[in-house]
Every structure is written in structure tokens, then in C-alpha cells.
């Protein structure tokens, strides 16, 4: 008998289905149900709860979601091979688990997570872990249909999800993060956690997205940070000109000094630069998007 209930080892099961992890699809399994229901508790209390799960693989997360109360788990997987044994637990679980066989990348899941905001918890495929994040935080409208965010990623990318202005790793990753979301790292998970092992530490993230993130349009944000860490060792008077525009109006009306550097720029400070743009670009009556980005 497992920790978390009375289906079969999770190694029993990868050896019925004849599953091995694929690398082309970023596969890794997780096979401790312990750490799988660490990691579902790091999304908070499950009870009731619709959660999406992206990748599940043979189940050991979607077992622990399930076993911890979750009302509805939806879970994505690209991976056929891996069907059957996510049946099983449909059945141990009636009612409880929806299966999509697609690319979580193309599928919307929003018109089957009810009224009620739902959650993302997944160990997410390494290939597509940063897409996929990306979707999710430039989601529209905002609010999103999710509540919270409880993701596995390589701790390289974790730390630059997480990373605050004057870090090294500090880029457009955590100013789309932090401008939309608080983000925090809950615990690392070992190699030898995972079948087969990856060559690197994994983290996982929890995110909980801002109700209201400061006004701003994302495409505007998105030009900005792009072309200030495009050239982050230059100083954004002269890396901001691939803006197409004189950097000095945008920079003063930001409140940003001449000789910053992008990795020096909080959150606030992109906003305010990407609303300047927004102006000079004739996207918004004057003064409008500035004065609401200093505020």
C-alpha cells in the first residue's frame, strides 16, 4: 500500500504500461508520492478545489492532488503511452479526474474550470516549463481563471522567476512575474527524486497572481523589456534606442536616471518607462498611462 492510497507502487505501474520517460517531450517522473504530496500541499488547502495538472506522466502527482481532496483534476498530457495508467486512477477515483490527451500549449482548459478560480499545480515538461509560464502570467483578461500557480521548474529558471533588481539573473522573466504575480521558491527537489535523474536541481514555485498589477499594456512592457535587456550592459539611454524613439523623453518621464542599467530597474520603474513609450507612440492621451504608472 502507498502513503497516499491503495493503487499499485508507482514503479509497479511504469512497468505494466512499459512507460520510460521521453526525453523529446522533457519527460522526468516523479515516483516518491511523498514528495508529489509535498509538493500538492504547497498549493494550499485542496478541498473542493478544481486543479490543472500539465504533464501528469503515470500519475504519481494526480494521485496525491486526488488523495489530498481536490474536487476535479484536469490533468494534460501530450503522451498516449501514459493513458492508461491515468485511467486507473479516473477509476479509483469516479468523477474526479478528466483526462485531455494535447499539447498544453494549445489547449484551453478555461471553459472547463467552472466559475470558481482554479489552480495549477504541475511538474511541468522542462522544454515547454517557461512557455508555458509566460501564457499564464500574460493571460487576458486579468484577473485570471487560476488562483495560484505551484509549479516545477530547472532551479535556474526558478531563481530568474524569483530574481530581484541588482541580481545577476534579473531579467524580462521576473519583471513579468513581479509585475503580474508574487512569486516565492517553496523547496528544491533533488535529482535522484526523479526517474530518470536530470542533471540539474529542480525548484518549486508558488505563484499567486496580483489582483490589481499596476496599469500598463503587456505589449508595451513587453518592447521595453526586451530592448533594455537586450543590451543589459549598456546603460538604457543607449539600449532603450532600439525602441525606435529618443530614449532621454521616455527616461525622464519614467523618473529614470540616464545611466541605469536594466537589471538596476524594479518592477515599477518598467512600467512607468513602458507607459512613456506607450505615449510617444500615440497609443494613449498624453499623461494618462504616466501619471497611473506612478502612482
Not at 511541468?124 to 516549463?129: D, F
Not at 517553496?186 to 535522484?192: E, L, Q
Not at 536616471?257 to 512600467?271: H, L, M, N, P, S
Request: glycine share 10%; with cysteine.
Amino acid at each position: 500500500m502507498s502513503a497516499l492510497d491503495d493503487l499499485p507502487p508507482l514503479r509497479d505501474v511504469i512497468r505494466r504500461h512499459g512507460l520510460s520517460a521521453q526525453k523529446s517531450l522533457g519527460q522526468n517522473f516523479l515516483l516518491d508520492l511523498n514528495l508529489t504530496a509535498r509538493i500538492a500541499r504547497a498549493s494550499g488547502p485542496l478541498e473542493g478545489v478544481t486543479v490543472v495538472e500539465v504533464g501528469p506522466g503515470p500519475g504519481g502527482l494526480t494521485r496525491a492532488l486526488l488523495a489530498l481532496g481536490a474536487g476535479k483534476v484536469i490533468a494534460i498530457e501530450r503522451d498516449p503511452r501514459c493513458l492508461g495508467a491515468l485511467a486507473e486512477i479516473a477509476e479509483h477515483y469516479p468523477g474526479r479526474l478528466q483526462v485531455i490527451e494535447g499539447d498544453a500549449l494549445k489547449v484551453d482548459v478555461r471553459p472547463l474550470v467552472g466559475d470558481a478560480p482554479a489552480r495549477v499545480v504541475a511538474n511541468l515538461p522542462y522544454n515547454v516549463a517557461t512557455l508555458l509560464l509566460v501564457g499564464w502570467l500574460s493571460a487576458d483578461p486579468w484577473p485570471p481563471w487560476y488562483g495560484s500557480l505551484t509549479l516545477m521548474f530547472q532551479k535556474e529558471v526558478a531563481e530568474r522567476i524569483v530574481a530581484a533588481p541588482g541580481s545577476k539573473v534579473y531579467g524580462r522573466l521576473a519583471v513579468l512575474a513581479g509585475w503580474r504575480a508574487t512569486a516565492r521558491i517553496a523547496f528544491d527537489v533533488a535529482p535522484t527524486a526523479f526517474v530518470p535523474p536530470p542533471k540539474v536541481t529542480s525548484s518549486v514555485v508558488h505563484l499567486v497572481p496580483r489582483t490589481e498589477p499596476l496599469p500598463c499594456a503587456l505589449a508595451m512592457l513587453e518592447r521595453v523589456t526586451e530592448a533594455a535587456f537586450g543590451q543589459r550592459r549598456k546603460m538604457l539611454r543607449q539600449s532603450l534606442k532600439s525602441l525606435g524613439v529618443d530614449p532621454m523623453p521616455l527616461l525622464d518621464a519614467a523618473g529614470v536616471a540616464e545611466t541605469a542599467r536594466a537589471e538596476e530597474i524594479d518592477v515599477a520603474g518598467f512600467v512607468r518607462l513602458a507607459n512613456a513609450y506607450a505615449e510617444g507612440r500615440g497609443n494613449v492621451p498624453w499623461g494618462a498611462l504616466t501619471q497611473l504608472g506612478k502612482t
